[in-house]
């Protein structure tokens, strides 16, 4: 049964005018929506750059190149927690493409080929009593995580938190998050990188 709302909202977009603009609209509504997502990340990944600078050095912004894949990734890294030129460890966001839910946490590369006690710096992450307020399940690439429930991208009306008007906000959200994991453990994450790589 419909709301009388429903019901309004129906004659509205059934009348010809209306339906062939709405048609229009929900035409393009999809390339719209990967595009405001595309830019959000970018933008991101540009301001923590640019917030980064008072860290210190030694901080590193980097994005995957295909950002609508499964497991596409925003990393911010440190280099003590580097091998090479690939994070070890990272504060990552994963899920950045359309449809999903992102989440961020502490993540570890075990796509590196070099020889690292990858379970150890696991362990001893996931064990951090200043990381406690964090998921973590059986998942061996993630130490720590929680879902950013104020940017899903499942529905259309969730994406309104990145359109231009109101991506700001949802970035400096984003910083905060960062901002918090770095400092509730970087030097401890230093200390259990360095003493197993």
Same mark, same amino acid.
Request: aromatic share 14%; charged share 30%.
């Given at each position: 049964?419909? +709301?009388?709302?429903? #019901? ?66 925003? #990393? ?36 590196? #080929? ?14 951090? =009593? #200043? ?23 499942? +529905? ?9 008007? =109101? ?22 994450? +230093? ?7």
């Amino acid at each position: 049964m419909k +709301t009388e709302y429903e #019901e309004k909202v129906f004659e509205f977009f059934t009348k010809e005018q209306n339906f062939s603009a709405a048609a229009r609209i929900a035409d393009q509504l999809g390339e719209i929506a990967l595009e405001l997502v595309k830019n959000f990340w970018h933008d991101l990944a540009n301001k923590l750059d640019k917030v980064k600078d008072p860290w210190g050095d030694g901080w590193r912004i980097k994005m995957t190149e295909k950002y609508e894949q499964r497991y596409s990734g925003l #990393e911010v890294t440190h280099r003590d927690w580097m091998i090479g030129s690939d994070a070890l460890v990272a504060i990552r966001f994963e899920d950045l493409h359309y449809t999903r839910y992102p989440y961020i946490g502490f993540w570890i590369n075990r796509d590196l #080929e070099v020889k690292v006690s990858y379970n150890n710096i696991y362990d001893e992450i996931r064990a951090l =009593n #200043e990381l406690k307020e964090y998921e973590h399940d059986s998942h061996q690439w993630w130490m720590k995580w929680k879902r950013l429930s104020y940017i899903g991208f499942d +529905t259309y009306q969730k994406l309104e938190g990145i359109i231009p008007a =109101n991506r700001s906000d949802t970035i400096d959200r984003c910083i905060s998050e960062v901002v918090t994991l770095k400092d509730l453990a970087t030097d401890q994450i +230093t200390e259990i990188v360095g003493k197993y790589s």
